[in-house]
T-cell receptor
Framework: DTEVTQTPKHLVMGMTNKKSLKCEQH?????MYWYKQKAKKPPELMFV???????INESVPSRFSPECPNSSLLNLHLHALQPEDSALYLC?????????????FGPGTRLLVL | EDQVTQSPEALRLQEGESSSLNCSYT??????LFWYRQDPGKGPEFLFT???AGEEKEKERLKATLTKKESFLHITAPKPEDSATYLC???????????FGRGTSLIVHP
């Protein structure tokens, strides 16, 4: 099973709202990722968790706050977003060892900020 | 700096018209090259991982090949349902995190 699940599928929020995106995998992967993707662009890396610890933050604004409660779950907390944050948010997971780097992606959450 | 370049940016084919997509890379110490298919508004779907020059993998109408500088995704007798964006990504050196190319948008006309 190579499934990564994400909820919700769609989210509309105002600039003053607080919301969270959720991601789950049961492949035993120890690396989990958040990506942001705009239309007709490749995925843009936001955060990487390795063994439940934040290992990479690609200079993402603090209105995005990641959390990894355990090895299977990844959250992205959203607060005071801007309209330009509207995008498809993708979660992915992988292992880290050589020969195990293949990332598996979830279906994404389509976010619209009004 | 590691670079991944995909070409063409867009490709239109007639159903049954075979072609190839290219992914060229300039990295030190390739760890893996990955191909994904992405439909609009959905997450990338994993297709293949290639690790070393000369390696080939096939799945239905798709065949991926790898040399020391580039990878090709060959599409044989494509069907309209093969229409999608195909993404290439490369992991190299000490990092397991891949760098993505900009993708090739493929449209197959019936």
């Amino acid at each position: 099973d190579t499934e990564v699940t994400q909820t919700p599928k769609h989210l509309v929020m105002g600039m003053t709202n607080k919301k969270s995106l959720k991601c789950e995998q049961h492949m035993g992967h120890r690396a989990m990722y958040w990506y942001k993707q705009k239309a007709k662009k490749p995925p843009e890396l936001m955060f990487v968790y390795s063994y439940e610890k934040l290992s990479i933050n690609e200079s993402v604004p603090s209105r995005f706050s990641p959390e990894c409660p355990n090895s299977s779950l990844l959250n992205l907390h959203l607060h005071a977003l801007q309209p330009e944050d509207s995008a498809l948010y993708l979660c992915a997971s992988s292992q880290e060892g050589r020969g195990q780097e293949t990332q598996y992606f979830g279906p994404g959450t389509r976010l619209l900020v009004l | 700096e590691d670079q991944v370049t995909q070409s063409p940016e867009a490709l239109r084919l007639q159903e049954g018209e075979s072609s190839s997509l290219n992914c060229s890379y300039t990295v030190s110490g390739l760890r893996g090259l990955f191909w994904y298919r992405q439909d609009p508004g959905k997450g990338p779907e994993f297709l293949f991982t290639l690790y070393s020059a000369g390696e080939e993998k096939e799945k239905e109408r798709l065949k991926a090949t790898l040399t020391k500088k580039e990878s090709f995704l060959h599409i044989t007798a494509p069907k309209p349902e093969d229409s999608a964006t195909y993404l290439c990504a490369v992991a190299a050196g000490g990092s397991y995190i891949p760098t993505f190319g900009r993708g090739t948008s493929l449209i197959v006309h019936p």
